[in-house]
Every structure is written in C-alpha cells, then in structure tokens.
C-alpha cells in the first residue's frame, strides 16, 4: 500500500489477523481471546503499526523555540454570550484502570440532559486508534468531537513523525487542544486507556487542564460509588475474568446510586495487540437477580 | 487543600509537599509530585488551579533549560525565580492568568542556599523557611518559634516532622502522604517520604 511505503511499514500484517469481517466468531464472555483484534466489522478502525521494539532508527524531531502561553484564539469571552438552548448532557459513570492484563475501560450508557434520558444506548467508550480507547464524562457532544479531532491529530502525526504518539503524549496533545477554551463551558473528562511502546497506559484529561497518569480513575456523576467499590478489590495481578467482574459491578453500583447512569455496561480491553470490546450488559435483569439472592455470571 | 513548606538551613534547603491530586471530593492519585526541577540544584514546587500549576511550571522548567542550552551555563536560584516572577506578573494582568502558588529553593555555588515564596500575584521574597495553602496557618508559627538559622539536616527534617505532626492533629483535611527533598551543593536529593509507613 502507497501509505504504508510513505511510513516504511512492512506488508506483513501486523496483527496475527486472517479473518475476513464477516467470519463468524464467538466472543466468550470471560476470559476471551486476547490474540485476535477485532473491532467494529472485524478490523480496528485504524489499523496502526506498533513496533514492538522501540528503536525504530528514526532522527528526533528538531528542537522548536517555545513561545509563551498563546491567548484564545478569536477572544472567545469568559462568560458564554448565548445561553444554551437546553442543558448538555453530563451524567455518567466511566472507569478505567490498568493490570496485569493490560487496560481495562468500562462505562455505562445513559446519555442524561436535563432531567431526561436522552439515550439509553449512548457509547461513551470511543476507539481512537487501533491502540487506544478513550472514556468520555462531561459533555457528550464535545467529547465525540474532540475524540475525532484527537484521532485526525494521532494519525497527522503518526504520518509525520513515522513513530505513533504514545499514549502520554496523546494526553498532552488533548490537553493542549482543549487550553484555549478553559473558562467556557466546554466540558471533556477523559482517560486514554492504550497501550503503546512503553506498554499499558492510562492518562486523565480533564478540559480544565488537569493532566494525570495513574493506575486507576473513575470520572463522572457516579464516579464516587464506583470509586467506593474499585478500591476495595483493585489489585493489579488480577486475572482477566476477575478485571472484568470487578469494571462490570463497579459500573453496576454506580448506574445503582447515581440517577445519572444507568442502561448497560460496556466493556472494553486493551492489550499489546489492540482494543476490544467484550460486550454490552444490560445492568437491569442483574439487579433484579442479585435482588433475589441470585448470582449473576460475569458479575 | 494542597500544602507546600521549605526551610532553608546554612548549607541546604530541605522543601517537602503533599502528594495528593484532588478533584472536588475525590482523590484522583496519591502520589502526584508538585515538585518540578529546574535545573540541577533549583527545584519549584508549584500548587494553585488545576491545569494552571502544570503548564506554568512545565513553561518556566523548559526556559530555564533553554537558556542553559543557548548560554552555557545555568540560571542561579535568584536569576530564576525574578525570571518566574516576570512571567506570573506579565500574565497577571492579561485575560488569562495563572493561578499558582509557587516555592523555589536552589543551591547556588556563590550565593549559597535560597528559598523564594511567591504567591499568585505575583509577589516574590526571599525567606528563611515559608509554607503555601491551608498548612500554612497552622505551621508558620511553629517555623517561627523553632527554626535557627543554623539547622542541621536532621534538625530541619525534626522540625519539619513537627509541621507534619501537626497538620495530622489539627487540620480537618487529611494529607496522608508528602514528598521531602532536600538541595544541598551536591544536588537534589530525595528523602523518605513522610509520615513513615511501616
């Protein structure tokens, strides 16, 4: 491929992939296969090379003169002029942290605005590249801009540079993006959740600025209850099966609480070779089960 | 929320700050370091609004290192900190001011050690010992009482032992956990983190 010869890629394929997207596949729902990648169709929607080696023998980019703090551009005032038509959606519960196993993110999908449920089925766990996802807390329409602009941005510099961004320097790039509007009412919580030559990664951005890596965060209305309940059986040599039990009850406690999440879960894995998704639970029949004293698989 | 102190002793400066990174009621991480070196012998430790502490002092950490790549030689503690202080003023008066509560301590070959509070407006002074956040109401008047201006190390950690110990008694906010570092003419050094976990 022409794109491939610009970025110096070998033509073999870089995952061990050779299905086509239409091949039928059981997805376990614990446990799973973590060797094949596979994404909406069956491909990861960007398909982009990790060399597993770091040295790629590539010169450093030339050392840029920094200028100071650059105002907002078009003197965008403190104070929003118009008043929004209706409020923007802002209830969640996401969660994400990294283990043994690599990154796991979670997040319910209730889309809330003012009181109503906008959407019962709102994805707020978005794929930004082959090797990273990102959850969204906050504005939902601002964070699925600003993830399409941070997945333009990766690419551009992947294309660039010929080395992908890690996911540290992806948080930087969103954070710098977001800057020029701290003040206004723009409102993105995220946590990039990838994994990329330095391995699992996992970066909180926050549009007021707040930059953090860590090994665990919950972001959003009902991040409080999930906290509660991460903290008390987060360790990092979990195995899988116990990772996703523990992301699926945290959300679940929280959708419980928190009028502002609800729906199902979604859950998503990331490791060496890719993101994928593990599923979509409904949370409703569970509570009613754990109700009645049974035990739900999974959970 | 956030607590910063430096005391500076004859021969070194011994600075420590919390390592806790907070979001409204939430504790986001434990062990956040506000602590950013500028150069091998200063250090700013740099607490105020969210985003503002990082990109202001991530600013100030790479001229600083620019100006070292461009002269030569390095920037002295009190070249450093007017240097931080120009800036935070210039800004002041714009549409987007910093927010950020700022300590610079540096050993400096000639001048010896120093320690510089600077507040976000701006104002620089340079101090024996001095503390930024909520702490600091009920630390400096032990700083006052106790501190001589010829401390030992281990007298400067004993007494900055005694701020700590009373943070834990009085203040209602916990700060389970801080960052202690001490500059001397050897460099930046890290010591125990503070309190002492078994």
């Known amino acids: ?299 | 929320m956030e607590y910063l102190i430096g005391i500076q002793g004859q021969d070194f400066v011994l600075v420590a700050a919390d390592t806790i990174a907070a979001n409204s009621i939430i504790q986001m991480k434990h062990d956040h370091d506000k602590m950013f070196k500028l150069s091998e012998k200063i250090l700013m430790l740099c607490v105020g609004e969210a985003g503002d502490t990082v990109q202001f002092a991530e600013y100030i950490q790479k001229n600083v290192q620019l100006y070292k790549m461009r002269n030569g030689y390095e920037l002295s503690p009190a070249a450093a900190a007017n240097f931080t202080r120009k800036n935070l003023a210039d800004y002041l008066r714009s549409r987007t001011p910093y927010h950020v509560n700022l300590l610079l301590a540096g050993y400096d070959e000639q001048a010896g050690p120093a320690l510089y509070y600077m507040d976000y407006m701006s104002a620089l002074a340079k101090a024996p010992f001095a503390a930024h956040g909520y702490g600091a109401f009920l630390t400096l008047s032990i700083l006052d009482r106790y501190y001589k201006p010829d401390l030992t190390r281990d007298e400067a950690v004993e007494l900055l032992k005694m701020c700590l110990e009373e943070l834990k008694q009085r203040f209602i906010l916990s700060l389970p956990s801080f960052n202690v570092r001490l500059i001397d003419k050897d460099g930046i050094k890290d010591l125990e983190k503070l309190p002492i976990t078994a």
């Not at chain 1, 491939?4 to 614990?30: E, G, V, Y």
């Not at chain 1, 009181?115 to 930004?128: D, L, N, R, S």
């Not at chain 1, 419980?256 to 409904?282: F, M, Q």
């Open chain 1, 1 to 299: 491929m022409a794109l491939q010869d610009i970025c110096r890629q070998p033509h073999t394929p870089a995952f061990p992939l050779s299905r086509k997207w239409n091949d039928p596949i059981s997805l376990a729902l614990d446990g799973g296969d973590t060797n094949t990648v596979l994404g909406r169709g069956g491909f990861a929607t960007l398909p982009f090379y990790m060399p597993l080696t770091a040295n790629t023998g590539f010169k450093k980019p030339p050392l840029r003169p920094r200028t100071p703090h650059p105002a907002p551009p078009n003197q965008i005032p403190k104070r929003a002029a118009v008043a929004v038509p209706f409020e923007l959606a802002h209830g969640t519960t996401t969660l994400s942290f990294k283990f043994q196993g690599g990154v796991i993110a979670a997040a319910d999908t209730r889309s809330s605005c003012a009181g109503y449920v906008e959407c019962p089925t709102a994805e707020k766990v978005i794929p930004i590249h082959s090797h990273l996802v990102g959850t969204t807390s906050g504005t939902s329409a601002d964070c699925m801009l600003w993830k399409r602009i941070l997945s333009r941005e990766c690419r551009l510099y992947q294309l660039r540079n010929k080395v992908p961004l890690t996911v540290k320097g992806t948080a930087k790039l969103l954070s710098a993006a977001l800057s020029p509007f701290k003040g206004t009412e723009l409102c993105v919580a995220a946590t990039l959740c990838g994994w990329d030559r330095t391995g699992p990664s996992l970066h909180y951005v926050y549009s007021d600025g707040t930059r953090l890596e860590g090994q665990l965060f919950s972001v959003g209305s009902g991040s409080p209850y999930a906290y509660s309940v991460l903290d008390r059986e987060y360790r990092f040599d979990m195995s899988v099966p116990e990772a996703y039990a523990l992301a699926r009850n945290a959300v679940y406690h929280a959708t419980h609480r928190d009028a502002y999440s609800g729906g199902c879960v979604d859950l998503y894995h990331v490791t060496e070779c890719g993101w994928r998704k593990i599923g979509r639970d409904n949370l409703l029949p569970v509570y009613y089960e754990k109700k009645g004293g049974g035990e739900v698989r999974g959970f």
